[in-house]
């Protein structure tokens, strides 16, 4: 069964901590794609990346950074993390091939 | 730009009853248009998308969609609701390069039996 997979699924940390939040598919796509959902807002789009090393701010990326050394690993960087960053983060990888998207779990930060 | 918009932020129904879920567009050009799902303390799965052809757009579970360029609108529905479909529902349109999706806020559909 093809998935992506998202390292935590609750992670609590404190202000000012550099948070890595990790992302490996194994589908060989070559897109990967980092939302934060928030009530309300739906699902923004913090970065994105279409090929190894290779990324693209999108539309919220301030106070993120994104790291892509491998094919199947995409991951998000929080480098001082903030309270307003508390949040489901959602991990997803397609296809150049086909528009469907697969998603991971989430993962549920908390930043005290 | 691309975006996608939901009115409604919750929708009830009763089990057995058609529903429907809307979504309005607003894209240049051709839109390519998404529906997702998400149960609780999940990751979205897809249900179906429009990119060309028929405007009866038929998914997964049961559900569809009609997509009507003159109302700019790509509305989700079945014909009999499920409790088991109650669920958070996204629209989304593909806006730019590299398959990036904008996504609406979602709506909360709650089918009671």
């Known amino acids: 069964d093809v998935k992506v997979t998202q390292s935590s699924r609750y992670l609590v940390k404190r202000t000012g901590e550099k948070v890595f939040l990790e992302c490996v598919q194994d589908m060989d796509h070559e897109n990967m794609f980092w939302y934060r959902q928030d009530p309300g807002l739906g699902l923004r789009l913090i970065y994105f990346?279409?090929?190894?090393?290779?990324?693209e701010k999108g539309d919220i990326p301030e106070g993120y950074s994104v790291s892509r050394e491998k094919k199947e690993r995409f991951s998000l960087i929080l480098e001082s993390a903030s309270t307003n960053q508390t949040s489901m983060y959602l991990c997803?990888?397609?296809?150049?091939?086909?528009?469907?998207?697969?998603f991971g779990s989430g993962t549920r930060l908390t930043v005290v | 730009a691309q975006s996608v918009a939901q009115p409604e932020d919750q929708v009830n129904v009763a089990e057995g009853n058609p529903l429907t879920v809307k979504c309005t567009y607003s894209?240049?050009?051709?839109?390519?248009l998404f529906w997702y799902v998400q149960y609780p303390n999940r990751g979205l799965q897809f249900l179906l998308k429009?990119?060309?052809?028929?405007?009866l757009v038929k998914g997964s579970y049961g559900f569809e969609a009609e997509f009507n360029k003159s109302q700019t609108s790509f509305h989700l529905k079945k014909p009999s609701a499920l409790v088991s479909d109650s669920a958070l529902y996204f629209c989304?349109?593909?806006?730019?390069?590299?398959?990036?999706?904008?996504f609406g806020a979602g709506t909360r559909l709650a089918v009671h039996p």
């Open positions: 894209v240049s050009g051709n839109p390519y």
């Open positions: 989304a349109v593909l806006s730019g390069g590299y398959n990036k999706l904008i």
């Open positions: 990346s279409y090929d190894v090393k290779m990324k």
């Open positions: 429009y990119i060309t052809g028929d405007n």
């Open positions: 997803a990888s397609s296809s150049r091939l086909n528009y469907g998207y697969t």
